[in-house]
């Protein structure tokens, strides 16, 4: 049986719970690009998700699996891993997905599974990041593009933008600045895995078969 990991091209399974621009950012790369990847199904735990719409108007798989439906954390992940498997999967990308997810179905994923983070990790994980980066009073701020491990938002970084802070900013221009570095770093991401040029061993991101050097981490416009 082929290995879906190293399926060409990979085949994804994307989780978000609401708008889902990174997911449409990600459509428009694979689609008008030449990166080596489909986009296979979007399940969202919401039927409100806003992309489930664009899945559709992709020609890709929406489904939806309600964490109403599931009386524990613990129970709803095996029916959303199951869920998963069913696409053999070899990325899932996690873009806007507003669940923790329990250790097990993290380990059973690990090093396929990524997510982004709205702040330059290792500052500010979890929630309300652009108030946090304001009232710290950083010059900067960002998103991070990070492998999915136990420890929530800690996982080893393979790609970050940052932005700077102006003395007007507020959490809302704040919040729009950093999301369009997302629609830029999340799919040079997944163009990387897809040509296989970035994977996780032994907890460390490598870059070409070598560990990922700092100025590899930052984003640039020409990379
Ligand atoms: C983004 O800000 C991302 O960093 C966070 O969730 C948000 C998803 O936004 N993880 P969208 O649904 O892709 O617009």
Redesign the pocket.
């Known amino acids: 049986m082929s290995d879906p990991a190293t399926s060409n091209p990979l085949r994804i399974v994307v989780l ?9 950012a990600l459509i428009d790369q694979i689609h008008q690009g030449d990166t080596p990847a489909r986009i296979v199904a979007v399940i969202s735990n919401r039927a409100d998700a806003y ?1 489930l719409q664009r899945a559709e108007q992709a020609g890709i798989a929406a489904r939806i699996l309600s964490h109403r439906d599931y009386n524990s954390r613990e129970a709803y992940d095996i029916a959303l891993q199951a869920l998963i498997d069913e696409y053999r999967p070899g990325l899932i990308i ?5 669940r923790i997810l329990s250790d097990d179905f993290v380990r059973h994923y690990q090093g396929r599974m990524i ?4 702040s330059l990790l290792p500052r500010y994980k979890g929630l309300n990041t652009h108030q946090r980066a304001l009232e710290a009073g950083d010059t900067e701020h960002g ?1 991070s593009v990070h492998y999915v491990t136990p420890e929530l938002d800690g996982g080893p970084i393979i790609l970050q933008a940052s932005v700077p802070i102006e003395a007007s900013d507020t959490p809302e221009s704040l ?1 729009q600045k ?2 369009e570095q ?1 629609h830029r770093i999340y799919p040079q991401v997944v163009d990387w895995i897809a040509r296989d040029r970035v994977r996780l061993e032994d907890d460390s991101v490598l870059f070409d078969g070598s560990p990922i050097s700092e100025q590899q981490r930052r984003y640039r416009a020409e990379n």
Request: proline share 4%.
């Open positions: 978000i719970s609401g708008s889902g621009t990174n997911l449409q992309g996690l873009a806007g997905f507003m997510n982004i983070h709205p998103c919040a950093v999301h997302e």
